[in-house]
C-alpha cells in the first residue's frame, strides 16, 4: 500500500512553468513505478508522463513532448512533473499514480494508487 499527496499547482499565465511534486509514503514507496495523468472538466483522464523505478526512463503524452519533465528522488520518495511553456489546453486537475508491475502505462486502469490531485489552471 502506498499514499500519494501532490503539491504544487495554481494559476499561471500561458507561456510560464510550473513545478509538480507528489510525496509517497507506505510501504516500499521506492519500489513503484509513478506517473502523472490529468483531467479536465468534462473530459477522461489522461496520461501525461510515466517514470521507471529507478528514474532513468521516462516516456510522455505527445502532448507534453518536449514540454514537461518526469523525474524522482527516490530517497525523499518524490516525484515531480516540471511543466513549461504552459498552454490553456493544458488546464485540468494533475493527478499522481503508483503500480509495482504491469502493462499499457497510458492506461489509467492500469494504475493501483492514486492521489487527490492538484488543479493547475493557465489563463490565455
Known amino acids: 500500500q502506498v499514499q500519494l499527496v501532490e503539491s504544487g499547482g495554481g494559476l499561471v499565465q500561458a507561456g510560464g512553468s510550473l513545478r509538480l511534486s507528489c510525496a509517497a509514503s507506505g510501504r516500499a514507496a521506492g519500489s513503484y513505478r509513478m506517473g502523472w495523468f490529468r483531467q479536465a472538466p468534462g473530459k477522461e483522464r489522461e496520461f501525461v508522463a510515466g517514470i521507471r523505478r529507478s528514474g532513468d526512463s521516462t516516456y510522455y503524452a505527445d502532448s507534453v513532448k518536449g514540454r514537461f519533465t518526469a523525474s524522482r528522488d527516490n530517497a525523499k520518495n518524490t516525484l515531480y512533473l516540471q511543466m513549461n511553456s504552459l498552454k490553456p489546453e493544458d488546464t485540468a486537475v494533475y493527478l499522481c499514480?503508483?503500480?509495482?508491475?504491469?502493462?499499457?502505462?497510458?492506461?489509467?486502469?492500469?494504475?493501483?494508487?492514486w492521489g487527490q490531485g492538484t488543479q493547475v489552471t493557465v489563463s490565455s
Open positions: 499514480a503508483a503500480v509495482q508491475t504491469g502493462t499499457d502505462y497510458n492506461m489509467s486502469r492500469s494504475w493501483s494508487y
